[in-house]
């Protein structure tokens, strides 16, 4: 597979969640593109729609979510259009997933074991025998010590550290062509964070995998990724290059982000930036740009029309959503 | 039908108070049955002037009627009659009285005593905690009928010993509910301000931790009410509760057992009355359960 | 866990005696002379009454009575009924199992229904079908069960004929109590027709005493499948690409069904109370009918004993459900 053959292409997704009759976007018009052997990093706080986008790309979401628009093509099949047991034939298999949580996003009652051979089971043909070699495979290639103890216990006897890389390992078990890693590491120790960076990343290199990387922490991201796509309130604001990013934020909220991070503490400024404010919450809809009540640049403007999301024209490969991004213009409609 | 988003409405904060009410309000069955409820509550309080007959009057022409739809049924007697000319739904109406009135008092005796006795039991742990919890655990032991029958047994064959002894068996519920609740207060820092402030024994349970726990202890109260129902009439099934002629649920049960085939409508009645009280019952303590508890989704 | 189980095993100590010195205690407290009662109704002098009183120990201390009556317990002696002079733990184990049978057969029957339906109503949670399920168990533990019984037998008894109305068996067979099941000893007697026969007369009342354990273990199954249903390991078991009826069969159900298994074994004392109301209406020779006869006909000793073995056996089977419960948990197995 040449290296940058685009994996995964989704197209103008968007998921409303519906309560007590009434329904509010969660997420809206998210168009991304994913080839292999790339990562793409998703960024944003809580509530930005970053989650929702993942499971909305798996076809996982249920009520009170649902669908309301977009495309999802997975080598260029759209997977929004297959059944669920159609989907499920992907799942676990073309398209691996892990969470956040990973002591919790185990089955309790199943040992380690069994629940990697479930997933060996139900997508390929390997014999009982040479599923317990791949497992024991498995378990080396990410790192798991006392590999035979570990297959014997439960979820939780283990570490979060341990755990996710049992998640891990069922995810890249069938050898995936996509993982979708959803703040794998937000849970987890600093050290043991880098640990699990550092082998996601041996992983991607060696199996060519395309990869999608949530969090909310830059500082983690430009770690791992090679693209960025910075979320706000359901949207995408920014869209770039890493490199591009880290060098120039575009948008106010990227760089209000970027200027919070620890590292940025400067003896200027004599204090960490927090960023003022709050995200709007659910259903809170404003005419304007959803970023402007906490804007240090907006105008007039911002607040009146709803910014859409272009190509920055001093250098078209970045996209952003904004009428007045830092350093240029941009070319985009309303 | 899906509405679009509406444009910015203030964001209503209630406080928890509303938002308990404004979950209950929401909940139709809860509402029903509360309704349903008060209403209950109403014609018993009101049977003298609602019922069409006295309760123990007897019209020897008109034995055995069928009620009202059936051809054979006899005028100014609603529901029919027994096999004493006496009319149901002056009987019923007049019944309502005993089970809704014991019910309520049943609980109020085991809520306050069992209340109190899990509170010493969660303030003083040690000794008296371990002494009350065995004895609650025996008492929970022995099942409810048959604990209520053999206190029964021992006081006496009537309506109050019936009700003191259902207290009794319902008393236990509130005692490890209010142990445990208390316990689980204990630690939180508005009661150790509380007793740094110097209050302690009773001065610290009643205005500080019950209001704390009362969530449970009313849920616990609705159902404790049901069961009490349901206990109070199997005793006066069984002829240990309220005796003839006195027109209590239960008991009318009993004596019409025997008629079973000639006026089946003096079975199905009673029974229905009790089921009835016992449903809107247990729909208001669940609709109560889920409107205070933060967590529940049901 | 040995010393779990040993701790929870030592534990049945104090609940017996508890329940000893309560029902000892309790009966005390009732009406009447004991040893008039004992002496039966031809009346007694005074000689004799002292003779009886000494006899039974009625004159030494309470608390000498109570350990003498603790020593007769634990070997077996669980006194006689003045009514029929057979010792109570006889006739006990002569009723037992008829409400064994009785009890077994209501909670597989209520198992075997409310667990699916709990499933059911929980995966099409807020339809129509959870709706209704949901009313029909609230209906079934808000009814009286004695009426409940009287309706069924009015309707399928008296209307349409269909069911016996009293015992477990026709008595024109003539079975062998070798078991006391009555469903196994008329297999052993090779006699099918009393079998079917025994099965028809258990119909009604396995009903009626099934409808509380039914109407519980629903809404327990299903608000447990509700709770399993959220968690993350849920979502992760539909990420792998697992078959949605694997997902809820295979890794919700068990888990779900942790705490409804305990609630199951706790129906004990349920099935006890049930029983009493049951057996009188359907004129089951239990041990539920017969211990309400005793009372009714102040017959002590009976009481006593009777009380004191069924909530002996409630205890039992509460310390067995408790150390069940350790062991299909494996969070708690490795404690």
């Given at each position: 597979m040449d290296k940058r053959s685009v994996l995964l292409e989704v197209e103008d997704l968007g998921v409303d969640f519906e309560s007590h009759g009434t329904s509010y976007k969660a997420i809206q018009s998210i168009s991304l593109k994913v080839s292999a052997g790339e990562t793409v990093g998703i960024v944003g706080e809580s509530g930005s729609g970053k989650s929702v986008t993942s499971l909305a790309i798996m076809g996982l979401i249920k009520a009170p979510g649902f669908l309301r628009s977009g495309a999802v093509r997975f080598f260029g099949k759209d997977?929004?259009?297959?059944s669920t047991r159609q989907r499920s034939r992907y799942l676990g298999r073309d398209i691996s997933m892990i969470f956040q949580e990973p002591t919790e996003s185990l089955n309790p009652v199943f040992t380690i074991a069994q629940q990697i051979d479930e997933v060996l089971k139900i997508h390929g043909d390997l014999r009982r025998a040479q599923r317990q070699e791949r497992l024991r495979e498995l378990m080396s290639i990410v790192g798991m010590p006392e590999l035979e103890k570990t297959l014997r216990s439960?979820?939780?006897?283990?570490?979060g550290g341990m755990n996710q890389r049992v998640m891990i390992a069922m995810a890249i078990a069938c050898n995936p062509s996509l993982l979708i890693a959803d703040?794998?590491?937000?849970?987890?120790?600093a050290t043991v964070q880098q640990q699990i960076l550092v082998l996601l990343r041996r992983l991607q290199r060696e199996n060519n995998m395309g990869m999608i990387f949530i969090t909310h922490d830059l500082s983690v991201v430009s770690m791992i990724a090679d693209k960025i796509i910075v979320m706000y309130a359901g949207q995408i604001v920014e869209d770039c290059a890493t490199t591009d990013l880290f060098q120039q934020a575009l948008h106010p909220y990227t760089e209000a982000l970027l200027k919070s991070l620890p590292e940025n503490y400067s003896s200027a400024n004599n204090r960490m930036d927090s960023i003022k404010g709050a995200q709007p919450g659910i259903g809170e809809q404003l005419p304007g740009c959803s970023f402007q009540p906490r804007c240090s640049y907006a105008r007039e403007r911002c607040s009146q029309q709803k910014p859409a999301l272009g190509p920055f024209e001093k250098n078209p490969s970045r996209s952003v959503r904004c009428f007045y991004p830092l350093a240029g213009n941009y070319s985009g409609k309303l | 039908m899906m509405k679009e988003i509406r444009l910015s409405e203030s964001l209503v904060t209630l406080t928890p108070r509303q938002e308990v009410w404004y979950k209950f309000r929401t909940n139709r069955s809860a509402m029903l049955a509360l309704i349903v409820l008060l209403l209950l509550i109403a014609a018993a309080i009101f049977a003298p002037l609602i019922a069409t007959h006295g309760p123990y009057e007897q019209f020897t022409d008109t034995l055995l009627a069928p009620p009202y739809p059936s051809a054979e049924s006899k005028a100014g007697f609603l529901l029919g009659t027994d096999d004493l000319g006496r009319d149901m739904f002056s009987r019923l109406l007049y019944g309502a009285r005993y089970s809704l009135f014991l019910g309520l008092a049943i609980v109020a005796f085991s809520l306050i005593g069992g209340v109190m006795t899990g509170a010493i039991a969660g303030m003083k742990r040690g000794l008296t905690e371990t002494v009350i919890l065995r004895l609650m655990d025996i008492m929970l032991a022995i099942p409810a009928i048959l604990l209520a029958i053999v206190i029964v047994a021992i006081l006496g064959a009537s309506l109050v010993n019936a009700a003191l002894a259902v207290s009794i068996v319902l008393f236990p519920h509130f005692v490890r509910l209010t142990r445990a609740a208390v316990i689980s207060e204990m630690g939180r820092e508005y009661v150790l301000a509380s007793q740094l402030d110097g209050s302690k024994g009773w001065r610290l349970f009643f205005p500080t931790i019950l209001p704390n726990i009362s969530a449970p202890l009313i849920v616990q109260s609705t159902l404790s009410f049901s069961n009490a129902i349901l206990d109070i009439a199997a005793l006066g099934f069984l002829g240990l509760g309220a005796q003839p002629p006195v027109p209590e649920w239960g008991s009318l049960l009993s004596s019409s057992r025997e008629l079973i085939e000639v006026a089946p409508w003096t079975v199905t009645l009673p029974g229905l009355a009790i089921l009835v009280t016992v449903l809107a019952s247990n729909i208001l303590g669940d609709g109560l359960r889920d409107a205070l508890d933060p967590k529940v989704d049901a | 866990m040995p010393q779990l189980l040993l701790r929870r095993l030592l534990l049945i100590i104090p609940g017996f005696l508890g329940i000893t010195a309560l029902t000892f205690f309790l009966i005390r407290l009732a009406p009447g002379d004991p040893i008039l009662l004992l002496a039966g109704e031809h009346g007694v002098t005074a000689e004799r009454y002292a003779e009886l009183q000494h006899q039974f120990g009625f004159d030494k201390p309470l608390l000498i009575q109570f350990a003498d009556y603790l020593w007769q317990v634990l070997n077996g002696n669980l006194g006689t009924s003045v009514v029929t002079q057979t010792p109570v733990l006889e006739e006990f184990g002569k009723l037992f199992p008829a409400t064994l049978e009785l009890a077994v057969i209501a909670i597989i029957f209520a198992t075997i229904i409310a667990i699916p339906a709990g499933v059911l109503a929980a995966v099409k949670r807020n339809s129509f079908i959870d709706h209704s399920i949901t009313v029909v168990s609230l209906v079934g533990y808000s009814m009286p069960i004695f009426w409940w019984a009287l309706l069924l037998i009015l309707l399928?008894?008296?209307?349409?004929?269909?069911?016996?109305?009293?015992?477990?068996?026709?008595?024109?067979y003539d079975i062998d109590p070798v078991t006391g099941f009555m469903l196994i000893d008329t297999l052993i007697a090779g006699d099918q027709d009393a079998f079917l026969d025994a099965l028809h007369h258990l119909v009604l009342p396995a009903i009626v005493l099934a409808t509380i354990p039914l109407a519980v273990i629903t809404r327990m199954t299903r608000s447990s499948m509700l709770e399993v249903l959220k968690q993350d390991y849920i979502r992760t078991a539909r990420a792998k690409g697992i078959s949605e009826f694997s997902v809820i069969f295979k890794h919700a159900l068990r888990n779900a069904l942790i705490p409804v298994i305990t609630v199951i074994g706790l129906q004990t004392s349920i099935l006890m109370t049930g029983a009493i109301l049951t057996e009188t209406i359907f004129s089951w020779p239990g041990i539920g009918k017969w211990i309400l006869e005793a009372v009714y006909r102040r017959d002590y000793p009976v009481v006593q004993g009777g009380v004191l073995l069924i909530a002996g056996l409630v205890i039992l089977v509460n310390t067995v459900v408790d150390l069940l419960y350790v062991v299909i948990n494996p969070v708690l197995r490795q404690q």
């Open positions: 997977m929004l259009k297959l439960w979820p939780h006897q283990l570490s703040e794998p590491t937000t849970a987890l120790d | - | 399928f008894s008296v209307n349409l004929g269909w069911m016996p109305v009293a015992g477990r068996l026709n008595f024109i």
